[in-house]
């Protein structure tokens, strides 16, 4: 078990090792570079309204269900 995971290890380091050199100078990964921390921003803030949104109907659920076993 430990040699396969070695070895995947060592397999998964070889495939970024390649991916990293094939995209280097490519224009269109330095264009998602450039835009990655504007784009991090608009990420983390749509995953916060969906935490809250699902905080929401989460929070309806629970509050239903208690109120039909109080009453």
Known sequence: MKAIVQKATAAASAMA???AAFAAGDP???A???LSTQAQTYITAAFAVAVLVAGGFWGIKMMKKAFS???
Do not use: E, L, P, Y
Request: net charge neutral.
């Open 32 to 34: 998602i570079t450039a």
């Open 28 to 30: 269109g990964v330095d």
């Open 17 to 19: 090792a390649t991916g």
């Open 69 to 71: 076993k109080a009453g």
